[in-house]
């Protein structure tokens, strides 16, 4: 059986999750200017965040050989207010791009 709280959980993780994952793909994408997100711009998002190593496997061989972990630069960001629950942590590529 499931809580009916569960569902709603899921769902804002899972929303969570595609946000965090698309804002960092889509860091990939203006630093090649470009206004397209493409598949490669989400493989170097995953190659580059350590929380998404569990979709390491998932990338193609060819897309991780383009990566340079000396060209990432992380800015930490929170989103929200810092004592609620509803803050997390996002980190950008640059000062400018958290805005």
């Not at 598949?39 to 060819?62: C, G, H, N, Q």
């Not at 960001?77 to 590529?93: E, F, K, P, Q, V």
Request: aromatic residues 12%; negative net charge; hydrophobic residues 40%.
């Amino acid at each position: 059986m499931i809580s009916a709280d569960a569902p709603a959980l899921f769902a804002k993780a899972c929303e969570m999750f595609i946000t965090e994952l698309t804002y960092r793909a889509w860091f990939h994408t203006e630093e090649n200017k470009r206004r397209t997100l493409q598949r490669s711009d989400i493989s170097m998002a995953i190659s580059r965040t350590d929380i998404f190593d569990f979709l390491v496997d998932v990338i193609p061989k060819e897309d991780l050989a383009q990566y340079n972990p000396q060209s990432v630069f992380l800015t930490p960001l929170t989103i929200g207010n810092a004592n609620s629950d509803t803050s997390y942590r996002r980190y950008c590529i640059d000062a400018r791009s958290c805005a």
